[in-house]
Structures are given as structure tokens and as C-alpha cells.
């Protein structure tokens, strides 16, 4: 098993870790520390959340990083909503050319319905194809926005060597484990897509994107830390209460998700420094 550093889980070679030397620079950015209930651990993740995007917006290398994944999902959306605006004639029924004398309003309303429900679900299923995505394309920069807000954090830029092994831990490795959360995302996505058509499971779709959203900011974290993928699943378990508050304002705008790393980042410092603290 990798002996790994209790503040930034960075694996240790050495005596010490290379990476923060166990100290924290900063840590008024990642309070508050001790554990609270479910309720106050929901309002830290989204303070965490807004604290985190306040920190990139005032932090011109961290936003420089934040702006072209967010051009690149803009893009990936636009597109693929043309594409559902351009056919949107599929989900037009095809009906009699005329029916019944006094009935031809009821035709044209039924068409017009139909299209426009096709519409509805051909954005939706266009707005969880970006979000999951653009996961995988974004994800190298994503990775190097928490790198550099860990670093803004610990005080001190990662030391690390440049080596091959590093390069795949950090850059290439990242895009892999991202896909295969996307491929259960794309699942779990439509899933709950079906189940927001109906008014009772509706909240329950909800909460299921919400999840979602959290298991992606999480995967963003940890990625090049090279932690297995089920380690995602088990932090956002754990502590479902501050990812969900976490994730929340990017659920209702989640074009704006690169802006909920550094939150992501901070929340995930928070933990471990939490339970470094525990085990001393």
C-alpha cells in the first residue's frame, strides 16, 4: 500500500513529503475544521463552493485555467444543441394530411406539442451528454486548476520532477478515469433524465444529478493522486452533506462547474487535514 502524505494525500518516497511538507499556509481558506452536523456541513459546502470561485475570479493563473474549459463545454453544447433545434422535425408525429371538418386545430396542437417535447428532451439529454463530456476533455485542465489552488493553499508549488510517470499521473491518467466515470455518469444520467419526467420521481432525479455533479467534482480532486476510482463513490458516501452543498450551485448552473474546483479542492484539503489531525 502507498504511504501518502495526511494533508495532501501526495505519495511519500522520502522521509517527509516533498509536496507540503505537512503544513498548511493557508488555512483560513479551508475553515471551518472541526465536524458539524448534516445541515451546517451542507451550508460549509456551499461556502467552500463560493469561497473557491472567489478565490479563481481574483486569481488570474487559476481563472486562465477555468475560462477554456468553460469555452470548450459552451462549444460542446452549442453544438449539440443545433443539432437537436436542426432535426427537430424527428419527433413530429406524422399524421393525415386533413382530418375531420372542425378538427384540423386539434392536429396542429397535437404537432406542436410533440415537437416541442422533443425539443425539451433533446436539450436535456444535450445538457447531460456536455456535462459528461466535457468531464473527459476538460479534465487535464481541470486536474492543473487543482493542482495550482493546492498549491495556492500549502504555500508552495509542487516540487515534484517532470518524468514520464508523472506526466501520466497528472495529465494522461486523469482523461481515463474520467471516462470511466463518465460512461457510469451517461447511464446513471439518463436514468435519472427518464425518471424527472414524472412529477413523483422527480426529486429523485434531482438528487441523483446532484450526486453526480458531486462525484465529479470529487473525481477532479483525486484523480492524479492515483487513488482508485471507487475511492470517489466512498468520499462522496461519507460525506454526502458537504459534497451536495458543494455541488449545488453548479447543479443549477453547471456551465459554470470549473469554477466549483477550487471549492472542490479546498473541501478535499479540509478533510484530510481534518483527519491528519485525528490520527495524531
Not at 501518502?4 to 501526495?10: E, H, L, Q, V
Not at 493557508?26 to 451542507?42: C, N, T
Not at 481574483?58 to 449539440?80: K, M, Y
Request: glycine share 8%; with cysteine; proline share 6%.
Amino acid at each position: 500500500m502507498t504511504a501518502r502524505c495526511g494533508i495532501c494525500a501526495s505519495p511519500i518516497h522520502e522521509a517527509s513529503c516533498t509536496r507540503c511538507s505537512g503544513r498548511i499556509a493557508r488555512p483560513e481558506l479551508l475553515e471551518p475544521l472541526p465536524p458539524d452536523s448534516g445541515v451546517a456541513e451542507f451550508t460549509t459546502g456551499v461556502r467552500l463552493a463560493l469561497r473557491g470561485a472567489r478565490l479563481t475570479l481574483r486569481t488570474p493563473r487559476l481563472l486562465v485555467l477555468v475560462a477554456l474549459p468553460l469555452a470548450i463545454s459552451v462549444l460542446i453544447f452549442a453544438g449539440l444543441g443545433w443539432l437537436v433545434w436542426e432535426y427537430r422535425d424527428v419527433a413530429r408525429p406524422e399524421f393525415a394530411q386533413t382530418w375531420p371538418w372542425g378538427l384540423d386545430w386539434l392536429r396542429r396542437a397535437v404537432t406542436v406539442a410533440a415537437e416541442a417535447l422533443g425539443v425539451l428532451l433533446g436539450f436535456g439529454l444535450a445538457l447531460v451528454t456536455t456535462v459528461v463530456v466535457a468531464q473527459v476533455v476538460n479534465a487535464p485542465f481541470l486536474e492543473w486548476l487543482s493542482q495550482a489552488v493546492e498549491s495556492v493553499v500549502l504555500g508552495q508549488p509542487d516540487r515534484t520532477p517532470l518524468s514520464a510517470r508523472q506526466l501520466w499521473q497528472t495529465t494522461v491518467k486523469p482523461v481515463f478515469q474520467a471516462a470511466g466515470l463518465a460512461v457510469i455518469q451517461a447511464a446513471l444520467g439518463l436514468f435519472f433524465l427518464l425518471l424527472s419526467l414524472a412529477a413523483v420521481t422527480a426529486p429523485l432525479s434531482a438528487l441523483g444529478g446532484l450526486w453526480l455533479l458531486a462525484l465529479t467534482l470529487c473525481d477532479v480532486t483525486i484523480a492524479r493522486k492515483g487513488l482508485p476510482v471507487r475511492e470517489r463513490f466512498r468520499r462522496v458516501r461519507q460525506g454526502f452533506s458537504l459534497w451536495a452543498g458543494l455541488a449545488l450551485p453548479f447543479f443549477v448552473a453547471p456551465f459554470l462547474l470549473p469554477l466549483g474546483v477550487a471549492g472542490a479542492t479546498l473541501a478535499t484539503l479540509r478533510e484530510q487535514t481534518r483527519g491528519s489531525a485525528a490520527r495524531r
